[in-house]
């Protein structure tokens, strides 16, 4: 994934966390005005609904996986692929990918 789709995503995130936090505040502010029964009449409460995780993409993974074999740490991105039970990142499962990446991002950084 290049930088320019992954900041994209990244404020995609960040205007989602937003617009929820903002109905929050606005849920919270109705609660404490008094003005309750006046609120309910006037304007229906916004839902706010628990926010929907995202599915780490394979070619996020791809890339800090190359990322990590090519600062020299190759033998140890296979041994965290065999880890999630693949030879290959292909074979793995899609449910394994955030972990993956977290053990992943640590490589060289201790």
């Given at each position: ?19 929820a ?31 929907v ?6 070619e ?51």
């Amino acid at each position: 994934m290049s930088k320019m789709s992954e900041l994209s995503f990244a404020v995609t995130e960040l205007k989602r966390c937003g617009e929820a936090l903002i109905g929050i505040s606005e849920s919270l502010a109705d609660l404490f005005s008094g003005n309750d029964d006046a609120q309910i009449v006037d304007q229906p409460k916004a839902e706010v609904s628990a926010p929907v995780k995202n599915p780490i993409a394979l070619e996020t993974v791809r890339a800090v996986l190359a990322e990590k074999s090519r600062a020299g740490h190759t033998a140890k991105v296979r041994e965290l692929l065999e880890k999630h039970g693949a030879a290959k990142l292909s074979e793995i499962d899609p449910s394994e990918y955030p972990s993956l990446l977290a053990e992943a991002e640590v490589l060289g950084n201790g």
